[in-house]
């Protein structure tokens, strides 16, 4: 095994999987010559040449559309789209083509593409880079999302994502990509889109995440061990499917609850996560949810985003929340 970077695992799968099946391009923004602002294809290029792994116009609404019509027609497309921030312009593709391709055409048609796009705070970019929109994605039917929190994970799932039939939007957060290293099978592999990872195991309060906030919350909860708190931590990493099995075998253990995201709190997907539990696991809560997210405002300037995201703080105390009832 090697050990690699969440960025070095991504690319590895890409070029692995790239070697595998010629059918596979990359498109976006200074994917080619740049090898990616985050240098997630870099070497692609090269090794691939230009007529699979090209530039585009910034113009991202051309990058999923022309992905479409690559992926119904037997290619295999990865599209990056350079910061997740600025998919607005691609919603129409994303939303009301990609998602609906398998629907509309009764199953004649898939639309296998995967959607890369780095997101997430605590990194100080300008507006736009740092949003984590996932749950727009998830509430159009025919999407799949995954959001991987280390570079295991982000191998395993980017080439399940790849081999998949369906549009996925495999979501990178930037916080994540150089923050460690860990060790990484030099061999292709599958994790099943839709199983979470029970990243500790407790049976005081289940704490439910993804992506950028699973390190923070899991260094939270082996501290709050010390101090006889035993926190159950699950990193869902896919929000669509969702492996919603072990979301309830947790609750029904614990019988507290409590959901982190870095997305905006109304509206988020911890909401539905919560609505979930309500359904098939009321009887089993002990305390009300609590939900630990990002404030209802657009993502802020730099000065100030320490305090607007989910911190360690914010989470303990929740936890308390949850403790005294």
């Not at 949810?289 to 985003?305: M, Q």
Request: proline share 6%; glycine share 8%.
């Amino acid at each position: 095994m090697a050990e690699l970077t969440m960025i070095e695992a991504i690319n590895e799968a890409m070029r692995q999987e790239m070697e595998r099946d010629s059918r596979i391009i990359v498109l976006g923004e200074d994917v080619g010559e740049n090898g990616g602002v985050f240098r997630a294809t870099d070497g692609l290029l090269e090794q691939f040449g230009d007529q699979r792994v090209f530039d585009t116009p910034l113009a991202e609404s051309g990058i999923i559309g022309t992905s479409i019509g690559l992926a119904i027609n037997g290619m295999r497309p990865i599209a990056e789209i350079q910061f997740l921030g600025f998919v607005y312009q691609a919603m129409d593709q994303l939303a009301a083509q990609a998602a609906r391709i398998r629907f509309r055409s009764a199953g004649r048609f898939s639309c296998p593409i995967v959607v890369r796009s780095p997101y997430g705070g605590g990194v100080r970019t300008p507006e736009l880079h740092s949003d984590a929109l996932e749950a727009l994605f998830t509430h159009s039917p025919g999407l799949k999302v995954v959001m991987p929190s280390n570079p295991y994970d982000a191998k395993g799932l980017l080439i399940s994502a790849i081999r998949d039939e369906d549009p996925v939007l495999f979501l990178e957060p930037m916080k994540l990509y150089r923050a460690f290293r860990m060790e990484v099978p030099e061999e292709p592999y599958t994790i099943p889109l839709g199983q979470a990872r029970v990243v500790k195991e407790g049976d005081d309060v289940t704490i439910l995440t993804w992506g950028p906030t699973v390190p923070l919350v899991a260094k939270l909860a082996a501290e709050m061990q010390t101090k006889g708190v035993n926190a159950e931590v699950i990193d869902l990493r896919c929000l669509q499917p969702l492996d919603i099995d072990t979301i309830i075998a947790s609750v029904e253990k614990t019988g507290r609850v409590m959901i982190v995201h870095e997305a905006v709190k109304t509206g988020g997907f911890g909401a539905e996560v919560a609505a979930l539990i309500s359904e098939r696991a009321l009887f089993a809560l002990s305390a009300p949810i609590v939900r630990i997210a990002g404030y209802d405002t657009p993502y802020p300037v730099p000065s100030v985003e320490d305090d607007w995201l989910p911190n360690a703080e914010r989470i303990a105390e929740g936890i308390h929340t949850l403790l005294r009832y």
